[in-house]
């Protein structure tokens, strides 16, 4: 682990964080459960606890919504072309109209103000996850996921986990939303997680697409808390949008120990993983990133230190096992 030489407020951040390692505060006791071994979350902690090394551009960072368009990923497909008439959840079993994917919704056929109806469960920590009007990426109804502040870990995440979605475990699984952060804070944050039980290995793991910050970050842990794993791979130079609609997307690949994530398009590099990241707070797997065949996905919100409060939104999820490219434009 590295700290910023001669910071004590650096050092303040790492001591804090040991102190929130085993969770913060009460959860809802039915949405408490870790995925499908009903593990509780043990989520990890700073994830290398290092301040981001400045890289290009005069503030240090390159905003994704200033990079040219030359640099958008080939390998994308064609935008999924759906509509709110034909994109709904629908079973693992296949896609219903122009989403290809195993699970899509735009959450217009949910209440408003309500948690959103099955398959999707919420799973907070001093969070809310509601059905909103507010704003929404197309139709009306999006996804608000938010939290309060002032505890040391919070979250708030719109979850599938087990059957009928997992009613196996997936060795590989894409997913995309529509994602809107009100605002980016300086801590460690996660907006994707994905949960399941390491093959030839007895623990379970979770992999994770989020910020640390204000910049992005790739992180993974395993959930049992034996290997005290807690390891990162950060793009300190690609800052996280803010108050705008961004096109979220991430592969992740048991198969290959892989992990990918793209927004709008492009692909982030930095936080890409084949095998291993950059640091690990613990050495309990060697500094591999052994992932898991997957049982639960969760999106949304979660912090690992203090902070004042979140808003997120979220629309037009698709959940599979191939990538699904972003929706066609408004």
């Given at each position: 682990m590295h700290l910023a030489h001669g910071s004590s407020s650096w050092l303040a951040l790492f001591i804090s964080l040991a102190a929130c390692q085993g969770g913060g505060g009460e959860a809802d006791n039915a949405e408490q459960s870790g995925g499908a071994g009903g593990q509780v979350e043990n989520v990890g902690g700073e994830a290398g606890g290092a301040p981001p090394q400045s890289e290009g551009?005069?503030?240090?960072?390159?905003?994704?919504?200033?990079?040219?368009?030359?640099?958008?990923?080939?390998?994308?497909?064609?935008?999924?072309?759906?509509?709110?008439?034909?994109?709904?959840?629908?079973?693992?079993?296949?896609?219903?109209?122009?989403?290809?994917?195993?699970?899509c919704d735009d959450f217009e056929a949910h209440t408003v103000d309500?948690?959103?109806?099955?398959?999707?469960?919420?799973?907070?920590?001093?969070?809310?996850?509601?059905?909103?009007?507010q704003r929404a990426w197309s139709g009306k109804n999006s996804i608000h996921a938010f939290t309060s502040g002032g505890a040391t870990q919070q979250r708030a995440y719109l979850s599938l986990q087990g059957a009928p979605v997992f009613d196996?475990?997936?060795?590989?699984?894409?997913?995309?939303?529509?994602?809107?952060?009100?605002?980016?804070?300086?801590?460690?944050?996660?907006?994707?997680?994905?949960?399941?039980?390491?093959?030839?290995?007895?623990?379970?793991?979770?992999?994770r697409y989020g910020g640390q910050f204000k910049r992005l970050i790739a992180q993974y842990d395993d959930v049992d808390g034996n290997f005290e794993s807690d390891c990162a791979k950060r793009a300190p130079a690609v800052a996280m949008p803010e108050k705008k609609w961004v096109c979220y997307e991430w592969q992740f690949d048991s198969t290959k120990n892989a992990m990918r994530l793209w927004i709008d398009g492009q692909a982030i590099d930095a936080v890409s993983v084949n095998g291993r990241g950059e640091t690990c707070l613990g050495n309990g797997t060697g500094g591999n990133w052994y992932l898991p065949q997957y049982e639960a996905i969760r999106m949304g919100w979660q912090n690992y230190q203090q902070v004042s409060g979140a808003d997120v939104w979220i629309d037009d999820v698709a959940i599979g096992t191939e990538r699904i490219g972003c929706p066609a434009s408004r």
């Open positions: 551009g005069a503030g240090g960072e390159a905003r994704l919504d200033a990079m040219p368009a030359a640099k958008q990923d080939a390998s994308a497909p064609a935008p999924d072309g759906s509509t709110k008439a034909d994109a709904m959840v629908v079973g693992a079993g296949g896609a219903n109209g122009s989403c290809k994917a195993r699970i309500q948690v959103p109806s099955a398959p999707w469960k919420p799973f907070r920590l001093g969070g809310t996850v509601v059905v909103d009007n196996k475990p997936w060795p590989i699984m894409f997913g995309r939303m529509m994602l809107w952060v009100d605002h980016a804070v300086d801590a460690h944050w996660s907006h994707v997680e994905g949960e399941g039980r390491v093959v030839g290995k007895d623990f379970r793991a979770v992999t």
